[in-house]
T-cell receptor
Framework: GAVVSQHPSWVICKSGTSVKIECRSL??????MFWYRQFPKQSLMLMATSNEGSKATYEQGVEKDKFLINHASLTLSTLTVTSAHPEDSSFYIC????????????FGPGTRLTVL | QKEVEQDPGPLSVPEGAIVSLNCTYS??????FMWYRQYSRKGPELLMY????GNKEDGRFTAQVDKSSKYISLFIRDSQPSDSATYLC????????????FGKGTSLLVTP
């Protein structure tokens, strides 16, 4: 099946710093990528949807100036958490689709962010 | 009330047992019902999906949807240690594009 990677898998940072998380589709071109967040013992929640070359669409309640998404190519999307705070500590997971069908949404392994 | 409710477990069963995993939901507009399996340090992968009500079988796995009760189930027959994973239910309506509504996931451990 299609493979999506994320880097890093785990990051610890100090409060106030920015952190960049990469999501790559390794064996297909992803017309659309999605970013999810999962707090402990909670559901995966969609944060934003990004299409290559255009601005991301953010879900209600997600601060677009805090969570910067760049989908610069058909195989790479990045999520930058700016001025991170402890409440941003979470599990961030991306998914990507070649755009052929809604069920063809392939997930990355996730990134654990801990903000001290 | 959350749109999708799922007991996080953990659920521990002996090898060979029948496993029943369940989710309830509140949004009657949901039409597509999915089960994802997630192994440790891996992303969720689509296991099965069902459109509207009814049953769907795939090998040892059976998915059931009861829209009247807003209740879905995944049954695993002859469970194996390799089935140990987190199982997430997810749902969507016809007009929501790729947006999925996930449950919290149930952690399953199948012991030899």
């Amino acid at each position: 099946g299609a493979v999506v990677s994320q880097h890093p898998s785990w990051v610890i940072c100090k409060s106030g710093t920015s952190v960049k998380i990469e999501c790559r589709s390794l064996d297909f071109q992803a017309t659309t990528m999605f970013w999810y967040r999962q707090f402990p013992k909670q559901s995966l929640m969609l944060m934003a949807t990004s299409n290559e070359g255009s601005k991301a669409t953010y879900e209600q309640g997600v601060e677009k100036d805090k969570f910067l998404i760049n989908h610069a190519s058909l195989t790479l999307s990045t999520l930058t958490v700016t001025s991170a705070h402890p409440e941003d500590s979470s599990f961030y997971i991306c998914s990507a689709t070649p755009g052929t069908a809604w069920r063809e949404q392939f997930f990355g392994p996730g990134t654990r962010l801990t903000v001290l | 009330q959350k749109e999708v409710e799922q007991d996080p477990g953990p659920l521990s069963v002996p090898e060979g047992a029948i496993v029943s995993l369940n989710c309830t939901y509140s949004n009657s507009a949901f039409q597509y019902f999915m089960w994802y399996r997630q192994y440790s340090r891996k992303g969720p992968e689509l296991l099965m999906y069902t459109y509207s009500s009814g049953n769907k079988e795939d090998g040892r796995f059976t998915a059931q949807v009861d829209k009247s009760s807003k209740y879905i189930s995944l049954f695993i027959r002859d469970s194996q240690p390799s089935d140990s994973a987190t199982y997430l239910c997810a749902m969507k309506n016809s007009n929501s594009g790729y947006a999925l509504n996930f449950g919290k996931g149930t952690s399953l451990l199948v012991t030899p």
